[in-house]
């Protein structure tokens, strides 16, 4: 039987019912006020007849479809903002044969987390955040995971790249129990954007549940003779490297009634947190996106950049673009790769980027980056 309601009162068209809503409001307070928007955002600056400024033109953009309030940060012990650029590289030695040897730490917390104000989410977390620490390594190091469980189920951590069968993270090859201690040895390779995860059963609730992290694997110029330049650029630290915005993007989501179906969707886990706090760009250097997909229960996510495109490079595996001169990629769930592009040719302003699945954009994936001269 037809319903006579406007929405679907099951769970996701509730609440997206509930956020039309909030937009409609919001936009007819701004025109019951005369506001008018920004000539460079997208959305723009919300100004009364009186030209004085209600609200900042990134909470207007998407017809004020965001979420209400902030998460506490301080709370959560992470900040999304931050985690674009934190990479943990390790603590770096050197093996008996002169080989480098990165060694990193890395233990299971079972935490509650802010995914968007006011809703708390149970995760299982690796360091305390979700998504997990970004490691980052250099091709050919021997690489060295001291993994601690602190939490209340057994875990593992599965990486997605070249090692042996008894280092895959799989039960019976290093996953382990509550209060106990594995550790994890194989050579970085090959380089390029990877991921690791936790692989205990149920599989879907492990991931689900916050166990995942970037795993970049920067190319050794020394081992790409004709490609050096461009190996170089992706050389964490290297006066080539100095020059891109490099940021950590993992496309994640929540189900927070646990019942198969997400309620959020986000980057970096909290809800339109770039959309309240966009990114900032400098106009003038190239922007450089390691992204992955670790979203459960929706097969694909997706990747849409306004008023431009950029390189493609799948799995981070090549020097040179899988895809050239796009603005859209679509990703199913461990897919990951690089973005690049530049705002060089583009006025400064508020630029949007968003799943182009509608509905993850509404309940929570959507961003802008706020392109600015060169900061001083």
Same mark, same amino acid.
């Given at each position: 039987?037809?319903?006579?309601?406007?929405?679907?009162?099951?769970?996701?068209?509730?609440?997206?019912?509930?956020?039309?809503?909030?937009?409609?409001?919001?936009?007819?307070?701004?025109?019951?006020?005369?506001?008018?928007?920004?000539?460079?955002?997208?959305?723009?600056?919300?100004?009364?007849?009186?030209?004085?400024?209600?609200?900042?033109?990134?909470?207007?953009?998407?017809?004020?479809?965001?979420?209400?309030?902030?998460?506490?940060?301080?709370?959560?012990?992470?900040?999304?903002?931050?985690?674009?650029?934190?990479?943990?590289?390790?603590?770096?030695?050197?093996?008996?044969?002169?080989?480098?040897?990165?060694?990193?730490?890395?233990?299971?917390?079972?935490?509650?987390?802010?995914?968007?104000?006011?809703?708390?989410?149970?995760?299982?977390?690796?360091?305390?955040?979700?998504?997990?620490?970004?490691?980052?390594?250099?091709?050919?190091?021997?690489?060295?995971?001291?993994?601690?469980?602190?939490?209340?189920?057994?875990?593992?951590?599965?990486?997605?790249?070249?090692?042996?069968?008894?280092?895959?993270?799989?039960?019976?090859?290093?996953?382990?129990?509550?209060?106990?201690?594995?550790?994890?040895?194989?050579?970085?390779?090959?380089?390029?954007?990877?991921?690791?995860?936790?692989?205990?059963?149920?599989?879907?609730?492990?991931?689900?549940?916050?166990?995942?992290?970037?795993?970049?694997?920067?190319?050794?110029?020394?081992?790409?003779?004709?490609?050096?330049?461009?190996?170089?650029?992706?050389?964490?630290?290297?006066?080539?490297? %100095?020059?891109?915005?490099?940021?950590?993007?993992?496309?994640? &989501?929540?189900? /927070?009634? !646990? @019942?198969?179906? #997400?309620? $959020?969707?986000?980057?970096?886990?909290?809800?339109?947190?770039?959309?309240?706090?966009?990114?900032? %760009?400098?106009?003038?250097?190239?922007?450089?996106?390691?992204? &992955?997909?670790? /979203?459960? !229960? @929706?097969?694909? #996510?997706? $990747?849409?950049?306004?008023?431009?495109?950029?390189?493609?490079?799948?799995?981070?595996?090549?020097?040179?673009?899988?895809?050239?001169?796009?603005?859209?990629?679509?990703?199913?769930?461990?897919?990951?790769?690089?973005?690049?592009?530049?705002?060089?040719?583009?006025?400064?302003?508020?630029?949007?980027?968003?799943?182009?699945?509608?509905?993850?954009?509404?309940?929570?994936?959507?961003?802008?980056?706020?392109?600015?001269?060169?900061?001083?």
């Amino acid at each position: 039987m037809r319903s006579w309601l406007p929405f679907d009162l099951r769970r996701r068209g509730f609440l997206g019912a509930g956020l039309i809503a909030a937009g409609g409001a919001a936009l007819s307070a701004r025109a019951a006020l005369g506001q008018a928007s920004h000539p460079t955002g997208h959305g723009g600056g919300a100004t009364s007849a009186t030209t004085e400024p209600l609200v900042p033109a990134h909470r207007v953009a998407h017809g004020a479809m965001i979420t209400v309030g902030d998460v506490d940060d301080a709370r959560n012990g992470f900040d999304p903002t931050a985690m674009l650029t934190d990479w943990y590289i390790g603590e770096i030695s050197t093996l008996p044969d002169g080989r480098r040897l990165r060694t990193f730490e890395v233990f299971v917390e079972d935490k509650e987390i802010e995914i968007a104000p006011g809703v708390m989410f149970p995760a299982w977390t690796y360091n305390g955040r979700v998504p997990g620490p970004a490691l980052r390594a250099v091709e050919g190091e021997r690489l060295r995971i001291v993994f601690r469980n602190y939490g209340s189920h057994p875990h593992t951590m599965h990486f997605h790249g070249i090692h042996s069968a008894r280092m895959d993270g799989v039960p019976g090859a290093g996953q382990i129990n509550p209060g106990e201690e594995f550790v994890y040895e194989f050579d970085a390779k090959p380089f390029g954007c990877h991921l690791y995860h936790c692989h205990a059963f149920p599989l879907a609730r492990h991931i689900h549940k916050g166990m995942y992290g970037l795993f970049i694997i920067d190319p050794d110029p020394e081992l790409h003779p004709d490609m050096a330049d461009v190996a170089s650029s992706r050389l964490i630290g290297s006066a080539e490297n %100095v020059r891109w915005q490099e940021m950590a993007m993992v496309m994640n &989501a929540f189900d /927070t009634t !646990f @019942d198969g179906e #997400n309620e $959020f969707y986000a980057v970096n886990t909290v809800a339109h947190c770039f959309a309240k706090k966009p990114i900032r %760009v400098e106009r003038h250097r190239p922007v450089r996106i390691y992204l &992955a997909n670790v /979203t459960e !229960f @929706d097969p694909i #996510n997706s $990747f849409h950049l306004h008023a431009n495109f950029f390189d493609y490079y799948n799995q981070g595996t090549t020097l040179t673009p899988t895809l050239k001169t796009v603005d859209l990629i679509t990703q199913c769930q461990a897919e990951r790769g690089i973005l690049e592009f530049t705002f060089a040719d583009h006025e400064p302003g508020l630029y949007m980027f968003h799943a182009h699945q509608s509905e993850f954009a509404e309940l929570g994936w959507m961003g802008m980056f706020d392109v600015v001269e060169a900061v001083s």
